[in-house]
């Protein structure tokens, strides 16, 4: 295992469309995190899981945004109905535990048109 | 609220000693993250401070006052490989990252 991984690592859809992204931790991590970063701006916490509990969720994680961590090993991040201010960079992070550095993927690239 | 103040830009030259600083608020985070990130890539770990005082990692160096919610990174023998945003980030239950510092190093 070496490291985060994410698929896909770019994605264009069309406004109004559904995408969903899939992050595979460092095996043995039991947090997984999810952020969005724009053009400029450092990452923005969205979600983040201990094991397969959802622990916290950010105000920016509208109703149409859902996370699922369902065996506590990868994680899906769904966005329904897509609008251009989603267009961003959606990155995933994992840590032993909360007290540990975050290590994070190469992340997934959203273009919505 | 936890704001995380950090310079936008900085510039300078490949050899040189440069320190990029850090404010924030001060309740509610455990310690202090610094993360490296090219420009198209993910974020890497540079250092994290949980404790007052100066960090050293070969090249890099982090500070921490908790008191005074402040922090700096120290970067000495600058290379041309080190232009990069270095982003600082408050721990809490998750990150909360500061915009970001673009470094330019020069020849």
């Known amino acids: 295992d070496t490291g985060v991984s994410q698929d896909p690592r770019h994605k264009i859809t069309k406004r109004g469309q559904n995408v969903t992204f899939r992050c595979d931790p460092i095996s043995e991590h039991n947090r997984l995190y999810w952020y969005r970063q724009t053009l400029g701006q450092g990452p923005e916490f969205l979600t983040y899981?201990?094991?397969?509990?959802?622990?916290?969720k950010s105000r920016l994680l509208s109703d149409r945004f859902s996370a699922e961590r369902p065996k506590g090993s990868f994680s899906t991040l769904e966005i329904q109905r897509t609008e251009q201010g989603d267009s961003a960079m959606y990155l995933c992070?994992?840590?032993?535990?909360?007290?540990?550095?975050?290590?994070f993927g190469p992340g997934t690239r959203l273009t919505v048109l | 609220g936890q704001n995380i103040d950090q310079p936008t830009e900085m510039t300078a030259t490949e050899g040189a000693i440069v320190q990029i600083n850090c404010t924030y608020q001060?309740?509610?985070?455990?310690?202090l993250f610094w993360y490296q990130q090219h420009a198209g890539e993910a974020p890497t770990f540079l250092s994290y401070n949980v404790l007052d005082g100066l960090e050293e990692k070969g090249r890099f160096s982090s500070f921490l006052s908790r008191s005074k919610g402040y922090s700096y990174l120290l970067l000495k023998e600058l290379q041309m490989k080190d232009s990069a945003s270095y982003l600082c980030a408050g721990s809490a239950r998750q990150l909360t990252f500061g915009s970001g510092t673009q470094l330019t190093v020069l020849p």
């Open positions: 992070a994992s840590s032993l535990t909360g007290d540990h550095e975050q290590f």
């Open positions: 001060t309740s509610g985070f455990n310690g």
């Open positions: 899981f201990q094991n397969e509990a959802q622990l916290e």
